[in-house]
Nanobody
Framework: VQLVESGGGSVQVGGSLRLSCPVS????????VGWFRQSPGREREGVAC????????FYADSVKGRFVVSHGNADKMLYLQMDSLKPEDTAMYYC??????????????WGQGTQVTVS
């Protein structure tokens, strides 16, 4: 399983970015997929997660109302739409996928990360 994030970059406060990550898996299996971030000196934290089979998504309190996570069953892509970005959103963002039928936000495979800088 290879996860490769794209879409990071530098943006002004209040701006938007859309992160993308292809998440492969067996057809018709349910996986937990999500976005996580880590800034220097801090632990990696869950930003937004969902199950590919449906259900309620998880959002960190700090991003609720500003970020939207989505997964396309047809293109097998995981997205994170980030609006109203703040300086505290600056971090390396990682895509993660769990084992089949795993716990929401539990990760077995990680991407290499994409940097998001808000200033």
């Amino acid at each position: 399983v290879q996860l490769v994030e794209s879409g990071g970059g530098s943006v002004q406060v209040g701006g938007s970015l859309r992160l993308s990550c292809p998440v492969s898996g067996y057809p018709n299996y349910d996986y937990s997929v999500g976005w996580f971030r880590q800034s220097p000196g801090r632990e990696r934290e869950g930003v937004a997660c969902l199950h590919t089979g449906g259900g309620t998504a998880f959002y960190a309190d700090s991003v609720k109302g500003r970020f939207v996570v989505s997964h396309g069953n047809a293109d097998k892509m995981l997205y994170l739409q980030m609006d109203s970005l703040k300086p505290e959103d600056t971090a390396m963002y990682y895509c993660g996928r769990g084992a089949a039928y795993g716990t929401l936000c539990a990760v077995k495979y990680w991407g290499q990360g994409t940097q998001v800088t808000v200033s």
